[in-house]
């Protein structure tokens, strides 16, 4: 089976789908990987072949504004819109003219948001496939719209207070991403759809959610094709461990601090953390995710590094605080580690906010938390056993579900069949 891979370039998106590669390619299948230059190493190692952006824009995720100047700082709605209409919608052209251009494939895999293959499917006629590599943001008439970061209303009076957000947001947001949507149709020649823009990035045939029922809202329509698959772990990055790794103490609880590699600005997460934590009875390990913060920002009870290898970091860590990763949060509760999220762009609060509702951690409502807020925050987790409790039964579940062999053994049965792969029908 010849099989194209995709990716956003982006590491949260490209992980997972480096994962779902990687198990293709093991099971002896030809995978070609569709991903911007930055990333295409990382599916080379696992034994895809290459495929490099060149219709569609490529781009530096820490500098998107470079590339697509309408883009902000991906906080709020509208900042939001802005990124799913400029990096998303409006790039998803060029990639399905790369795709057309290296068929024919048996199918088409990529992550949610890479529409390119989703427009190349339908154009060639080829099933196609998507990995949601954030929460769903299906819309459900059970939930509130996807983005503003709210849990589920209770009651009629919340229950009504969802509908109307949903109407709102579909003639707000929905109508003017719908046009644009019908505009990158119109340019690949394909006809109109009544499907919406946000539910279109879904495929009809399956959909496969890097994460498990726990992380997310109980919704009575969820859509047949949609499969939990657990975590998408893509192989060990083979990093060496720092030079100070060897002189941790084993006498007190090790947090780990992290940015992830989007929205790496120290001063909104990891200084702040240091400061909090600097006397609190805790070592810090802190990944910068590119420049080491200066000396004299780093307490003596403190480490930090560029990345560190979470195959041996997450077993030694007691806590983990993040601005919110989908990719991260999910290493992290798979290693059986509660969390503390600070979530203040795009996807991130909706993260902090199933973080929370499921037991796992705590949810510090801003992206940029005081140093005691964050302490007060590590302090409970580590002093309340449910939240180590929670995290172990939600890395239990994320295991349970098989990961990238699920996934492998879904995508292998729509290439078989080429229709829908239903929940009853998979077991």
């Keep these: 089976m010849r099989v194209l891979v995709a990716a956003m370039p982006f590491a949260g998106h490209v992980g997972p789908m480096v994962a779902v590669a990687a198990e293709l390619a093991r099971r002896g299948h030809e995978v070609v990987a569709h991903t911007g230059a930055k ?10 072949t290459w495929l ?11 500098d998107l504004s470079a590339t697509f100047p309408d883009v902000t700082d991906g906080r709020g709605l509208r900042a939001v819109t802005a990124n799913v209409e400029h990096v998303f919608l409006r790039s998803a052209a060029g990639q399905a003219r790369d795709i057309l251009a290296a068929g024919p494939f048996d199918l088409l895999v990529s992550d949610q948001l890479t529409g390119g293959s989703a427009l190349a499917g339908e154009a060639s006629g080829t099933p196609w496939a998507s990995v949601a590599v954030t929460p769903l943001a299906l819309p459900s008439r059970d939930l509130p719209p996807f983005g503003l970061g709210l849990l589920p209303g209770r009651g009629p009076l919340g229950r009504a207070r969802d509908a109307a957000l949903r109407r709102i947001t579909a003639l ?20 109109a759809t009544r499907v919406p823009a946000l539910e279109a990035f879904y495929s009809p045939y399956l959909v496969l959610t890097h994460g498990v029922p726990e992380l997310e809202y109980p919704r009575s329509d969820l859509p047949p094709q949609v499969h939990f698959v657990g975590h998408l772990a893509p192989p060990p990055s083979g990093r060496p461990l ?51 913060l200066p000396p004299g920002a780093v307490p003596g009870n403190a480490h930090q590094a560029a990345f560190l290898p979470y195959d041996s970091l997450l077993p030694r860590t007691s806590v983990v605080v993040t ?26 609060p909706e993260i902090a906010r199933r973080v929370a509702w499921s037991g796992a951690g705590l949810d510090l409502r801003t992206g940029r938390p005081s140093p005691a807020k964050v302490r007060a925050a590590v302090e409970r987790v580590l002093a309340e056993p449910s939240f180590a409790e929670r995290a172990r039964a939600v890395g239990e579940s994320l295991a349970r579900h098989g990961g990238a062999a699920t996934a492998a053994d879904l995508l292998e049965r729509l290439a078989e069949t080429g229709a829908p792969v239903r929940r009853e029908e998979a077991g």
């Design 323 to 348: 601005n919110g990763g989908w990719g991260g949060v999910l290493a992290s509760l798979a290693a059986g580690v509660p969390l503390v999220v600070a979530g203040g762009t795009i996807d991130k």
């Design 52 to 62: 490099p952006w060149e219709r569609a824009p490529d781009f530096e995720e820490s």
């Design 242 to 292: 720092p030079p100070w790794w060897a002189s941790l103490p084993d006498d007190r609880p090790l947090v780990h601090v992290t940015q992830g590699t989007y929205d790496v600005d120290p001063a909104e997460l990891l200084l702040p953390s240091l400061t909090g934590l600097a006397d609190a009875g805790v070592t810090v390990a802190a990944a910068t995710g590119g420049a080491a």
């Design 39 to 48: 990333y295409g190493s990382r599916f080379s190692d696992v034994g895809a």
């Design 172 to 191: 707000v947001l929905g109508r003017k991403l719908d046009a644009v949507a019908a505009e990158v149709r119109a340019s690949v020649d394909l006809p």
